[in-house]
């Protein structure tokens, strides 16, 4: 199949390009480089430096490509900064998203895999409790009503124009390649701060000095083969919930990946951030158990940052 990534120059996108490519397909990889890195693009790919808001950039692109799929995975990807440019969130996660598929409808593209949240338009999950996929959402961040409101596109564009696509709802995804410089990905933040001998700062769930928020940490590797999976049209169901179904608070994450590099670091407490849910966790799909717990997805993820030095 020929099948176009957005966001391929991103953490989980270049791992999904990867992926495909080993799987003998084509891939385009369409990205603005925003937060993602051109040497992420695999060299076997086609890049096309384009933002997802350049309706007419698109269009050019599907006129020269007959994609069979696209993987969506191109966002802006931080509750945080989706809270203070609400509009510029919707830019993207809606109305670009929006374009690719009016261009999918017009091409006819046989299928649309669109990586959302779980790990947010949840909203609260309650302890005791795991968000399922017939969990009605309840965003509390812009971020996860941008996500929220392309599901609905997705559902209404299978309804009105048999657009097949599968609606992937990530929890807090880790591993090699994240950026460690973003206000998100603490896995990343904490692995390469922690093996450069550099403080660490937990930011409360609710009072500085607690645990920190509870999350639901899955390995990149088990997302990256829901995607494949979903691109492939081995997935029954529309909407899946790709996560471990376990918990870990941030504190609890810091002790492990000081564990697994044999390093201990200041550990700074600070305050909660604006949007941040204080419990998230995620039933996984049947369709989609995880196969790398975190003890092994953190020794892959500490290894890649150790290695790059
Ligand atoms: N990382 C997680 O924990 C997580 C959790 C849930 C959902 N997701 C979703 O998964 C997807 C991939 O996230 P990621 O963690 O790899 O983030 P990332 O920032 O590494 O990748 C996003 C990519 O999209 C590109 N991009 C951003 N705006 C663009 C635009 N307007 N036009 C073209 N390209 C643009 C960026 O340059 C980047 O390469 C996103 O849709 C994100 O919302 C991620």
């Known amino acids: 199949m020929l099948i176009l990534v957005t966001g391929g120059a991103g953490f989980i996108g270049s791992h999904v390009a990867d992926a495909l490519l080993a799987g003998g397909h084509s891939v385009v990889v369409v990205d603005d480089l925003s937060t993602g890195r051109r040497e992420n693009v695999p060299e076997a790919a086609t ?56 261009l999918c409808r017009e ?8 990586a959302s949240t779980g790990g947010a338009i949840y909203g609260e999950v309650p302890e ?62 904490f692995s390469q701060r922690l093996s450069a ?17 509870i999350r639901d940490y899955v390995y990149v590797g088990d997302v990256v083969k829901a995607n494949v999976r979903a691109l492939q049209g081995e997935l029954t169901a529309k909407v899946l919930n790709v996560g471990t179904g376990t918990t870990i608070t941030t504190r609890a994450l810091a002790t492990t990946i000081e564990s697994a590099l044999g390093v201990s670091s200041e550990i700074r407490d600070g305050a909660r951030r604006a949007g941040d ?19 092994k997805g953190i020794a892959e993820t500490v290894a890649w940052f150790r290695d790059r030095g």
């Open 107 to 114: 091409k006819s593209v046989g299928r649309f895999v669109f």
């Open 128 to 189: 005791g409790t795991m968000a399922d996929e017939a969990t009605v959402p309840s965003p509390i961040s812009p971020y996860a009503c941008s996500k929220l409101a392309f599901e609905g596109y997705l559902k209404a564009y299978r309804h009105e124009h048999g657009l097949d696509s599968t609606i992937l709802r990530y929890a807090n995804v880790y591993g090699p390649r994240q950026d460690p410089h973003g206000e998100a990905g603490v896995v990343a933040i």
């Open 47 to 102: 890049f096309a430096p384009i933002d997802i808001r350049n309706a007419s950039a698109l269009r050019e692109l599907f006129d020269a490509h007959a994609f069979d799929a696209v993987c969506h995975q191109a966002a802006q990807t931080s509750v945080s900064v989706s809270t203070r440019e609400p509009i510029r969130d919707a830019e993207i996660n809606v109305m670009g998203a929006l374009n690719l598929l009016e």
């Open 197 to 213: 001998g550099e403080p660490i700062q937990i930011n409360a769930m609710r009072e500085p000095g607690d645990d920190g928020c």
């Open 277 to 295: 849910l204080e419990r998230s966790v995620l039933r996984p799909n049947d369709e989609l158990l995880p196969e790398v717990d975190l003890a």
